[in-house]
């Protein structure tokens, strides 16, 4: 085998953009990857006819992206050919009902405030404080090392406008939607599952729907004797399989 100065694993989205860099810079990059395909989660794979995103479904965020492309001698929107996304997402419930979110601000508080009026005019400011976080944290801290405190530090002293958003990352999605949508804090409190108010797992069925996602069929019995059956998808990373999403089944 050839020498190189670098062996990148695995051509995700992050391993191709350090292997294109270190090349970019001179130096001799190998890059392994264990699929047939490049991407890693930023890809695509079809089973029963049906498409399924791995994992990146859409582009949210394009700065760091941009940066990457720039720092390569040339410009993202040059090299790739970016389609609009509107609706930007779709849930489609087991009883068939599906909730569409548009793109735009407006469309997705036209949207919450079909399913409660208070929530639409919530999530103006659930938007605006977001808005404010990446505005913040964009440059500070999806471009700059973060491998110790002291980088930590750094970071900080060079952008304080983040400490106001620190807590967000000791804190649960969950948790901020319960702060600005009440409604929903009031009628789904913290989730039982997970928790130790689950006395008994009964899993009745496994399915693999691809060699990184599988389907899990299960029944919980809680501490109150009730008894709840629940869809949970799970995602197999380097460090085990880790949860991905689940759903309460109809009753």
């Not at 670098?6 to 270190?22: E, M, R």
């Not at 599906?98 to 999530?123: C, F, H, M």
């Not at 808005?131 to 440059?139: D, G, N, P, Y």
Request: net charge neutral.
């Amino acid at each position: 085998m050839a020498d190189y100065d670098v062996i990148v694993i695995g051509a995700g989205n992050g391993g191709i953009s350090c292997a294109a860099l270190l090349a970019k810079q001179g130096r001799k990059v190998l890059v392994l990857e264990q699929s047939d395909r490049v991407g890693g989660c930023c890809s695509t794979f079809v089973k029963d006819g049906y498409h399924f995103d791995v994992g990146a479904s859409i582009v949210e965020v394009i700065y760091p992206i941009e940066l990457a492309f720039k720092m390569l001698g040339t410009e993202f929107q040059k090299e790739v050919e970016l389609i609009p996304c509107d609706p930007i997402y779709s849930y489609i419930f087991r009883d068939g009902s599906r909730v569409n979110y548009p793109l735009s601000l407006e469309g997705t508080a036209e949207v919450i405030g079909k399913l409660n009026e208070a929530d639409g005019k919530q999530w103006y400011k659930l938007a605006d404080y977001f808005a404010e976080m990446m505005k913040q944290t964009i440059e500070a801290f999806f471009t700059s090392p973060a491998n110790n405190m002291v980088d930590m530090l750094k970071m900080v002293a060079k952008n304080p406008g983040i400490l106001k958003f620190l807590p967000l990352f000791a804190t649960s999605y969950q948790d901020v939607i319960k702060k600005y949508f009440k409604k929903y804090g009031k009628e789904y409190k913290t989730t039982v599952y997970g928790q130790s108010c689950v006395k008994e797992v009964d899993i009745t069925g496994m399915e693999e729907i691809h060699k990184h996602l599988v389907a899990v069929d299960s029944f919980l019995t809680l501490e109150n004797g009730e008894v709840q059956r629940i869809f949970v998808t799970l995602k197999k990373g380097p460090w085990g399989w880790r949860f991905v999403s689940w759903e309460l089944a109809s009753r």
